[in-house]
């Protein structure tokens, strides 16, 4: 199944916009993209899907280029409580449970 | 509605004693998961039950644990002999069968061996 490559850490100031880019070059033709966001202390939380151009909701947006090769997580005008961890996964809802890898996700650090 | 939810909390327990790690799905959920988060790590799967299915034990690190769920409901985790690498967050989550990996997470249980 699509492995998954996302930067370590990535550091940002509060209003500005943050993006998180996720690379999955074997992603398959049913296979969905998938972001959580963790905070200290807590369970991951469920962000955004998509499966190909543009997803977007009350939190954030999915930008998802023609060949799926690649997503890109954008978060508008971060503030302090954006801090997390965020976790991109690939697959569909009939993978193989054990190989949705959570990874180690990007650590977001948001300075005031 | 009620969201997933583990108990206890916390776990403090001496090297070599078994513990029971609880978790309870949102209602209708076929699917539950269950990982281990250490310290500043990613999650690690353990195990995934999908309905009547047999579970996916792939991610189990030893035969010291064993998991079990009662149908479509409530799932234990047991680890047993616990060691101090088992000193870990235990997460539970649950899907419903028609979510693309929209996977709903619990508190998670903070086991402590010392």
């Known amino acids: 199944l699509a492995k998954t490559t996302q930067p370590i850490s990535m550091d940002s100031y509060e209003g500005q916009e943050v993006n998180i880019t996720c690379s999955h070059n074997n992603i398959a033709t049913n296979d969905y993209i998938t972001w959580y966001q963790q905070f200290p202390s807590q369970g991951p939380r469920f962000i955004i899907q998509g499966y190909k151009t543009k997803v977007t909701n009350e939190v954030a947006s999915l930008f998802i280029p023609a060949d799926r090769k690649s997503s890109t997580l954008s978060l508008p005008r971060v503030s302090l409580s954006d801090t997390a961890v965020y976790y991109c996964?690939?697959?569909?809802?009939?993978?193989?449970?054990?190989?949705?890898?959570f990874g180690s996700g990007t650590r977001l650090s948001i300075r005031p | 509605g009620a969201g997933v939810s583990q108990s206890p909390s916390n776990k403090v327990t001496e090297k070599g004693k078994d513990v029971e790690l609880r978790c309870d799905p949102i209602?209708?959920?076929?699917?539950l998961y269950w990982y281990r988060q250490r310290l500043g790590q990613g999650l690690e799967f353990l195990i995934y039950?999908?309905?009547?299915?047999?579970?996916?034990k792939s991610g189990l690190p030893s035969d010291r644990f064993s998991a079990e769920r009662t149908g479509e409901s409530v799932s234990t985790l047991t680890i047993q002999r616990t060691q101090q690498e088992d000193s870990a967050v235990y997460l539970c989550?649950?899907?419903?069968?028609?979510?693309?990996?929209?996977?709903?997470f619990g508190p998670g249980t903070r086991l402590t061996v010392l």
């Open positions: 039950f999908q309905g009547n299915s047999a579970p996916d």
């Open positions: 996964l690939v697959g569909t809802r009939y993978s193989s449970a054990s190989k949705i890898i």
């Open positions: 989550a649950s899907r419903d069968p028609g979510s693309y990996n929209e996977q709903f």
């Open positions: 209602s209708g959920h076929t699917a």
